[in-house]
């Protein structure tokens, strides 16, 4: 469940603009089952859109300034929706949408917004491209844009890299952009086409946070980026993709870039074989491959950290869990199982209780059906 109770956006707004907004988008979180660190390589992922959201109440404006509060602070971020000099702050992130929209020939148009999120940041969740994709909702409807869910979160991947400088791949905005209710996504991170698998009855995906945050890992995220380049160019392929095991065991890369390479290699195949199995019911399998995707990140990859190792753990000892891995960039912040319908309750209070006694953190435990994409409510 999400924790934002209805209309809070709309209240917040009323409070600070005097009389209510025009209306509301709700813009989800995500949590990735399978397929991590694949998005920047071509490959495919499999997420889902959450129940924690963003909720951006707005109103269209007739002068060309954006004025947006959030819950916890009586000053809003302001700027003019022409300028190109950089504003500090969050405000980045809605400043670099409307960039955007307007290098690429879109009308622009000012808005003011009231904002509430329960997605907790730096955890892996995708909070960032939630709020993109809000901002990207409500630019489209002030100004009168037909929203392309694929494009629009495209868009917001340029944002992000170009405008607030994180070199992401395009997996977070296009979940978010483009999930389905009751489905998990098998993204092809190469054309940016989906396919949805409902989500079997009888199993339930647990987001475990572990309650401690990435800190400044865009320098590591950033390295694993260029190595898997590096990678793929030696080994004569377009990305890693287009890479296989044979190709790499014959290549004489060094080691480094061989088990970075190999992570992407293998997880490919993983996220193909987890959609055949969920899609069989066949559970067994599918914890088996989300459990080998963690040790291949934690070991090939290296991109794991001991918070998320101790709840992989833990979650891997507990009754009804049939395969947990960290979920995201990694290094701290989430994992994710895949738990069976009837022993969620038990898991969920062994883990809240036994975690804190493994690593010095308090875990926050979230159940969750898969959501829709960012919508106008
Ligand atoms: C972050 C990035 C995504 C993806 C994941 C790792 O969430 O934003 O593009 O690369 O890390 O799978």
Known sequence: MSDIEPNVA?????????TGPAGVVASPGRVNLIGEHTDYNDGFVSPMAIEQRVDMAFRPRDDRRAILYTGGDPNPVVFDIDSVDKIAG???????????????????????????????????????????????????????????????????????????????GVMDQLICATAVEGSVSRIDCED?????????????????????????????????????????????????????????????????????????????????????????????????????????????????????????ELALETDGVIGARLTGAGFAGACVALVRNDAVETAVERIAQEFPQRYDAIPQIIASLPQRGTALL
Not at 136 to 161: F, H, I, K, T, Y
């Open 10 to 18: 709309e209240q917040l707004f009323a409070d600070r603009f005097g």
């Open 90 to 168: 969050w405000g980045l992130y809605p400043q670099g949408i409307l960039r955007h929209f307007a290098t690429d020939g879109l009308p622009i148009r000012g808005f003011e917004a009231a904002l509430v999120s329960d997605i907790p940041s730096g955890a892996g969740l995708s909070s960032s491209a939630a709020l993109e994709l809000a901002v990207a909702r409500v630019q489209a409807e002030v100004a009168g844009v037909p929203w392309d869910a694929s494009e629009m979160a495209l868009r917001c991947v340029r944002a992000e890299n170009q405008w607030v400088g994180v070199s992401c």
């Open 192 to 312: 940016y086409t989906s396919e949805h698998v409902t989500m079997p009855s009888g199993v339930v995906v647990l987001v475990l946070h572990t309650g401690t945050k990435r800190g400044l890992v865009d320098s590591e995220y950033n390295e694993r980026r260029s190595t898997c380049e590096r990678a793929a160019l030696e080994l004569g392929v377009s990305s890693l993709r287009h890479a296989t095991i044979d190709l790499l065991d014959a290549s004489d890369v060094d080691d480094l870039a061989r088990r970075r390479a190999r992570h992407v290699i293998t997880e490919n195949q993983r996220v193909v074989d987890w959609g055949t199995a969920v899609a069989a019911s066949d559970f067994e399998t599918a914890g088996a491959l989300m459990v080998a995707s963690h040790e291949s990140l934690r070991d090939d990859y290296e991109v794991s950290g001991p918070a998320l190792d101790a709840m992989v």
